[in-house]
Each structure stands twice: as structure tokens, then as C-alpha cells.
């Protein structure tokens, strides 16, 4: 699937020579006068925008990866196109894999929680969270007399 992103209008094909089967990636950037140094925007096992530069630094190739399968392929032609493309769409991707990994970290550390202390990072004891656990059982104790109280 090739678009080409023209200084904000999208246009359904494009004008670079297509992809062959058996051709390795590489080689068919080169083959079209592409560098292979990419730019990426997102997460490499996710949604994902890999962006590459002609070797006369005029126009750029934008291949794209929403969901981690299917790629997209968006001739950008000139700088001011790119500088489009990149603030319409290539930050969301960005932002999107920060949080994912920010999420991994997350994952991480609660596992190294449970693993040192003991019981799981969302729940509480006297140690981890002495404060929390204070008002707990404050809690708990004020629910008892009341009960008490009404019966
Ligand atoms: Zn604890």
C-alpha cells in the first residue's frame, strides 16, 4: 500500500519504483536512491515509523507500521512534507511507545517487589507503607465501634 504525504494532501499512490518480492529492504533503498540510516518513531515490536532520506537529502521515504504486521508506504518529496508528516503523525507514535514503555518498567518493578518483599506492589503491610497502614487500621477500628455503637 503506497500514499505519498505532499505538504499536508495525502494522494493514493506513489512515484517511486515498486518493491520487488525476493528483494531485500535494503537493497531496494539503495536501488531507489535511498540511504538506509532510519529515523524511528515508536516501538520496534509495535506500531512503528521508520523514515529514511534520499541520498540527495530532497525527498524522504516514510514506511509505516501501525499494528506491528501490515507496512505502508509514504513517499514524503520534499522537507517542508516531511516536517508534516513527522508533527501529524510520527510523535502519536512516539508518545504511544513511551507509555508502553513505561508499562514494561512498571511490570518490572512490581515483580522485583514481590520477589524482595513479599507480597504484591498493590497491596500493603506495616513495612513498605507504614503510614497507609495506620490509617487502615484507624479505619478499620472506627467501622468496628460504630458497628458497635448501632447494635
Ligand atoms: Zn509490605
Redesign the pocket.
Known sequence: MRFTFNRGIWEDSNSLPEWQDNEDFSDYLMRIGYSTVKSIFGHEHGSQIEIYESSDGRSFYASVCPSGSAVYEVLLPDFPSLMMFIREYATAFSSESSNFSQQEILNLLEKFFQLY???PAR???????PAGWEENVRTREERRKKRKATS
Open positions: 518483599h513479599g507480597h497491596s500493603i503491610c506495616p513495612k513498605c507503607d
